[in-house]
């Protein structure tokens, strides 16, 4: 069986706004969806070693975030949907974007947990 075109292997997040997929050489953010569409931006790649994280917890009253730049990356908008770098979660996607964060955030070559 064949793949689909612009196919990449990888461990994949779902959020509000958008899709983060995680390879070994790339972050990718994708955007389907009523939510991701908000933004205008379908597809950024950014390089996994030059990507930085920014973070704000969900809650249950507030929405969380990842925001994830690298050198290209321009200033934010004014409203977080809009933001090309950043892709919102809900509560109950909290515990798949932890696990977002730490393998962003691990040092290459080591393990999880």
Known sequence: ?????????GVRYSGYTGQVLVDDLNVTISREGFGGRLTGVELR????DEVKVEHRPAT????????????????????????????????Q???AFGDLLD??????????H
């Open 60 to 91: 249950r009253l507030r929405n969380g975030w990842v925001r994830l730049t690298d050198s290209t990356s321009g200033p934010r908008p004014r409203l977080e949907y809009q933001d090309p770098d950043l892709v919102l979660y809900t509560w």
């Open 103 to 112: 393998r962003l955030t691990r040092p290459p070559g080591s393990s999880a």
């Open 1 to 9: 069986m064949s793949k689909p075109t612009g196919w990449v292997p």
């Open 45 to 48: 790649r950014l390089t996994r």
């Open 93 to 95: 996607q909290r515990e």
